[in-house]
């Protein structure tokens, strides 16, 4: 077999390695543009994981990488001049030419033939001479461009500018990021030692920034020594250097996020960045490469056809590629919209920025350096205005809305039972809500309740409008605040064009055979084909719904609700007014978002009226309508937010979609909290999230980030009204308070908790 690799970086390097590893008769020829000793990165991170994947691959090659590499456990952030490290994190650093060397000399050994100075012009040509040829020509692939409308390429540039630089100082003890403010803006550094003498140190900003230095206008020497004043206080006098001075300009450029349709043409596959790429802030591009390496060169020399061999390599890596991905997007988005995060105290900073990719959960990072963690938790409960001891997760700290203090942050969401009768609550529901308010959680949702009969959604949903709906509701308050911390909420709503429909288990969404009542919208657009059209609500309609609003407000008053939400989200009323997928009206409560938002408001204005000021009021929206620019976005939700806080609202609930059938969400473990951490802290707002949450470790993860400021479980709580109670014994904490009669079921959770713990330390 004559193999070509095109590209004579790490990725070509050692396919060819692993192939000849394999195929010691297969006839393997590296091609690379650059001399032999040329690179034009600094240092680059590998894992103990990949360094393991190596040495099961080549022995031989994994030991001499293992000698040349600087080994760090330590990650030091420098913000607002203060300084947080942490440890347990295992990185290991190399110089790249190093590793390049490296590499080139263990493919001399196996007989590679390398071919330096080679520019490669047509890799058609290639293709013709060659069984197989390998593309690992990097970023700027020559064979990606020209065989695009195959392999269908998408690249996303991405926001921030850097430069990669180095330096001699030291950065021996630790991964070290740097964030320094200066009369143009923030910058930040990414630095790490990778050889005795030698630390990478990649320079990165935002657009703004980096306009207001001119960078773009500077020669490298002059956007260098730019560079230099800005981080002088860490770099001791040394100064920063360039390895690419073949590049003119300041050498400043966005980071290209690569991910290709297809990674395979006839006899050409696409390896490392030509196929896909991940951010620098992970450091798992290399990684990447390697574990690809070895993975085609198995599929190649096991299968009968290259083509088998390229589809199983692909289907592998593909799933190994955008998992990745998925991190550095989280990681580079994080970076991208650091400006959220600038006001955080500097221990809620650091928390962030370590979690920032989702790689590291809360108790991973208890595992990796428990010492850090304790003190950040102290923080996060002194802060919230709890004792310093006993020390507990962000999970069990307090809250306070108005005069309503909650015990913890764990919220039971609005869940519908669909079990109502004329609107009224029944036993099942009394049932429903008093398990989950002994189960140990803050806050106690109701489903959403309905300000009349024509606003329900089925004819199995509650309502507040009518006395014997509030004799119901008092009954089941009046239980929760005897017997229970637990605080309620009682979320009132009207369902607009979604009414009139089967119960969830008759077909969610669906009208009724029979018995249909009319229904009313911002604007006469059914919600799918099979459902009624809805009339387009009058100046009327608005005054009596509004009135229906106020009257239900007062019924959860006397009630003895705790607190009360307005359901502005999911399509229902008031959410297709604010959404311009529903909203195509041409008078005031139309067209632009502060018109869209009038009637909204307008209701939120009168509940808050009658509402008692020592009381909270929170409103559910939804910031995605996950529609494009068609319907209400992300940044829009801001701005949506930002209106109903200026109004009174205390907190804003956070969800998202359900509000048109064309919406196509991108669903994931906790896939809404990016919705609630950008309202928070761009516009300084309280929120919650909500949205496929379901492990302590979620909770504590969103709370100590600062993502929300309560946390939302909905189906978890389904199957488990005691979710929170046991949620703290899985953890170890032993203060939360447990029924009296439930004690002895509480001890005996505990003593075989704490029996697990043990001998999971043991092993």
Known sequence: ?????????????????????????????????????????????????????????????????RSQFAYWDDIAVHYRGSKQL?????????????????????????????????????????????????????????????????????????????????????????FTFIFEQTDKGWLWAHAYQFDDDTATFIVETDEATWHAYGFGDMTQQESIAACEEVFKDYLDGHPLMTNANHIRGSAWINFPRVLCDHWSHRNIVLMGDAAASAHFSIGSGTKLALESAIALADYVTEKKTLAEAFALYEEERRLQVLRLQSAARNSLEWFEDVDRYLALDPVQF????????????????????????????????????????????????????????????????????YKAVDGCPTDWHFVHYAERAKGGAGLVYTEMTCVSADGRITPGCPGLYDPAHEAAWRRLTTFVHEETPAKICCQIGHSGRKGSTNLGWEGMDTPLASGNWDLISASAIPWS?????PRAMTRDDMDAVRHDFISATEMALRAGFDMIELHAAHGYLLSSFISPLSNQREDDYGGSLQNRLRYPLEVFAAMRAVWPAAKPMSVRISAHDWAGEAGVTPEEAVKIAKAFADAGADIIDVSAGQTST???????????????????????????AVGNIYEPDHVNSILMAGRADLVCLARPHLSDPYWTLRAGAEIGDRSLAWPRPYEAGRDQLWRLADRAAEMERAV
């Open 1 to 65: 077999m004559r193999v070509a690799c095109l590209g004579g970086g790490p990725a070509g390097l050692y396919f060819a390695i692993s192939l000849k590893l394999r195929a010691p008769e297969a006839d393997v020829t590296v091609f690379e543009r650059n001399k032999p000793d040329d690179t034009f990165g600094w240092g680059v991170v590998l894992s103990d994981e990949t360094l393991d994947n190596l040495e099961r691959n080549d022995p031989a090659s994994a030991d001499a990488i």
């Open 529 to 533: 084909p099979d459902n009624a059209t």
């Open 662 to 688: 064309e919406a196509q969400p991108v669903y994931g473990r906790m896939f809404q909290t990016p919705f609630s951490d950008r309202i928070r802290n761009e516009a300084g707002i309280a929120t919650m």
């Open 350 to 417: 650091n928390y962030s920025l370590l979690t920032r990719s989702q790689r590291i959960s809360h108790e991973n990072l208890r595992l990796r350096d428990p010492s850090w963690l304790e003190g950040a938790e102290r923080w996060f409960q002194t802060t919230a205005g709890a004792p310093e001891t006993p020390v507990r997760a962000p999970m069990f700290a307090p809250f306070k809305l108005r005069d309503m203090a909650l015990d913890n942050r764990v919220v039971v969401s609005p869940m519908a039972q």
């Open 86 to 174: 942490s440890t347990g994190h295992g990185f290991c650093g190399i110089g790249r030419k190093t590793l390049l060397i490296l590499l080139q000399a263990r493919a001399r050994d196996l007989g590679v033939t390398l071919v330096f100075e080679h520019e490669v012009e047509s890799v058609a040509e290639f293709a013709k001479d060659y069984d197989l040829v390998v593309a690992s020509d990097g970023l700027n692939s020559v064979a990606r461009t020209e065989f695009a409308e195959h392999f269908k390429p998408d690249i996303d540039t991405r926001a921030c500018k850097f430069v990669w630089l180095g330096t001699r100082q030291k950065f021996d003890d630790a």
